[in-house]
C-alpha cells in the first residue's frame, strides 16, 4: 500500500475518472467562503476535489453581511454576477458616526479593485459561493460533519479525513493527499493535527441581528465608533465598535464588533448591550422590539494568522481556520477567499511537481504568501487593536481623526488596506511603506 508521499506523487493534474468516490486529489472541509473559492480554483483547473460542508444549504452565519472591495475583487475572479439584477445592494463607502460627527468616506477608485462595496446575507452568499465551485467540478457533499484527520503513523502526513454523513451519520472515510482545513475558528481539523491558536494575538466577537428599517437601502455601511454601554454611569468607551448595514430587503444588520481580549470585554454582557445599543438608536431608524426579526446570535474572530503552521504534513490552513480575520476592522470575508485563492494557487503547482520534495517544497510557499501579503497589513492592524483595548486612547484617537479629513482619509486607507499596487501616488507609497516598516507577524 503506497505511503502518503506516494499518494502526493500519484496526484495528477486531472481528475482521474476511475478513481474511486471516496477519494480525491484535494479534500476540502468547510464551504464557507475561503473553502468554496479554495475548491472553485482548484476544481477549474482539472483536479478532483471533494468539498465537505458539515450543513445543508441554505445556512446562517453569523457576520455583518457587508463587502470591501476587496471582498468584491474575489467574487468578480469567481465569475459571479454582482449586479443589483443579481440580488446585491451596492454600497459607495463607509459612513463613520463619533459623537455628534459623521464623516461619509468612499471607497477609493483604484485600478486593483472596484469602487463599490456589496451587501448580501450570509445564508444566501455562501451558498451561491458553494455552488460556484459545484459548477467549475468541485464535488460538494452537504451534510458531511468531519470528525477528524486519516494520519500516517509513520511520517505524520493527513491523508484524508473521517465523516458522518446525513441524518443518519453514516461514518466514511475520504482520501487524498492534500486536505485544506476550511472548518472556521473552531477548526477540530486543524487542532486535531496540533495546530494551535496563539495567545498573543488578540481575538475579537461579534454579536448581530435584524430588525425592519425604513433606512434599509442605505448606500454607506456605517460604523459607531464611540461605542459605549447606556447603562454605564461612567460612560465608558468600549474596544469595538457597532455598525448598522442595509440589506435592501426591508431589514439591517445591526451588531457590535468587540476584542474579548481586553479587560473590559469580561464584564459586559455584549448580547444586552446591543439590544440596549439599538434601543439608543435615532428615532429615523425604526428600531423597536418589535421590529426585530431574528434573535442575537455571536460569534468568535480569530485574528492576525493567529494558528500557525498555515501549511504542514499534507493540511494548509485557510480562512477563520487560519486566523486570516483583519485586526484592524474585523472584515474576515475579503481575507478568507484571498487565502482560499492563495492556498489553491499553491496546491496547482505542488502537484505539478515531479518529485515529492518539489512538492513539499512548492506547498511552503502559502505560508510565504500569507505573510508577503499580511504582515504589514496585520502588525498595523494590531497596534490599532491594542488602541482599541485603552479606552483613552480610543477618545483621543477618534476626536482626532474625525476632527482632520486629510488624516482620516489616511487612516481609511490604511485600515481597510485598500491601495494601488506600484502607484507612484504619495498616499499609495506612504500606505505601503507603512505596511513594510510595521513589525513581522511572525
Not at 165 to 171: A, C, D, V
Not at 377 to 403: E, N, Q, S, W
Request: proline share 6%; charged share 25%.
Amino acid at each position: 500500500m503506497p505511503g502518503p508521499e506516494q499518494q502526493l506523487s500519484d496526484a495528477g493534474s486531472a481528475a482521474d475518472p476511475a478513481r474511486g468516490r471516496d477519494s480525491a486529489d484535494v479534500i476540502v472541509v468547510g464551504a464557507g467562503p475561503a473553502g468554496s473559492t479554495a475548491a472553485y480554483h482548484l476544481a477549474r483547473t482539472g483536479l478532483d476535489v471533494l468539498l465537505l460542508e458539515k450543513s445543508a444549504f441554505p445556512r446562517e452565519k453569523v457576520c455583518g453581511d457587508g463587502l470591501t472591495p476587496r471582498a468584491v475583487k474575489q467574487l468578480i475572479d469567481l465569475g459571479i454576477d454582482v449586479s443589483e439584477e443579481a440580488g446585491w445592494l451596492h454600497n459607495r463607502g463607509l459612513r463613520l458616526v463619533a459623537g455628534h460627527r459623521t464623516v461619509e468616506l468612499d471607497w477609493p477608485r483604484l485600478s486593483a479593485y472596484p469602487s463599490f462595496g456589496l451587501v448580501r446575507r450570509r445564508a444566501d452568499f455562501d451558498e451561491l459561493l458553494a455552488r460556484r465551485a459545484a459548477s467549475a467540478g468541485a464535488r460538494l457533499v452537504e451534510r458531511a460533519n468531519v470528525g477528524g484527520p486519516l494520519v500516517d503513523e509513520r511520517t505524520g502526513r493527513i491523508t484524508g479525513v473521517t465523516a458522518r454523513l446525513g441524518e443518519e451519520k453514516q461514518p466514511v472515510s475520504y482520501r487524498a493527499p492534500l486536505v485544506v482545513a476550511a472548518d472556521g475558528n473552531s477548526t477540530r481539523l486543524s487542532l486535531a493535527m496540533k495546530r494551535y491558536r496563539r495567545t498573543d494575538r488578540a481575538m475579537g466577537v461579534a454579536y448581530r441581528t435584524y430588525f425592519t428599517t425604513p433606512r434599509h437601502e442605505d448606500r454607506y455601511l456605517e460604523a459607531w465608533l464611540d461605542l459605549r454601554d447606556p447603562r454605564d454611569p461612567g460612560r465608558r468607551l468600549l474596544p469595538g465598535y457597532a455598525w448598522v448595514f442595509g440589506m435592501g430587503d426591508g431589514t439591517a444588520n445591526v451588531g457590535l464588533g468587540v476584542l474579548d481580549t481586553a479587560a473590559v470585554a469580561r464584564e459586559v454582557d455584549w448580547r444586552d448591550l446591543l439590544r440596549r445599543w439599538c434601543a439608543d438608536l435615532p428615532p429615523e431608524y425604526g428600531y423597536s422590539p418589535e421590529s426585530v426579526t431574528e434573535p442575537v446570535r455571536g460569534s468568535a474572530l480569530p485574528m492576525g494568522l493567529n494558528r500557525q503552521p498555515h501549511y504542514a504534513d499534507g493540511l494548509l490552513l485557510v480562512g477563520d481556520a487560519g486566523g486570516t480575520v483583519s485586526p484592524a476592522t474585523g472584515e474576515g470575508i475579503a481575507y478568507a477567499m484571498e487565502s482560499g485563492r492563495y492556498a489553491a494557487e499553491t496546491i496547482v503547482q505542488a502537484l505539478a511537481r515531479r518529485t515529492d520534495r518539489g512538492r513539499d517544497l512548492a506547498l511552503r510557499a502559502y505560508p510565504q504568501a500569507l505573510r508577503a501579503a499580511y504582515d504589514g497589513y496585520f502588525a498595523l492592524g494590531r497596534l490599532a487593536a491594542d488602541v482599541l483595548g485603552r479606552p483613552k486612547l480610543i477618545g483621543a484617537a477618534g476626536a482626532m481623526g474625525l476632527g482632520h479629513p486629510a488624516l482620516l482619509k489616511v487612516l481609511f486607507r490604511l485600515m481597510v488596506n485598500l491601495t494601488e499596487p506600484n502607484s507612484r501616488d504619495s498616499l499609495d507609497r506612504l500606505l505601503h511603506l507603512l505596511g513594510k516598516v510595521a513589525p513581522s507577524s511572525r
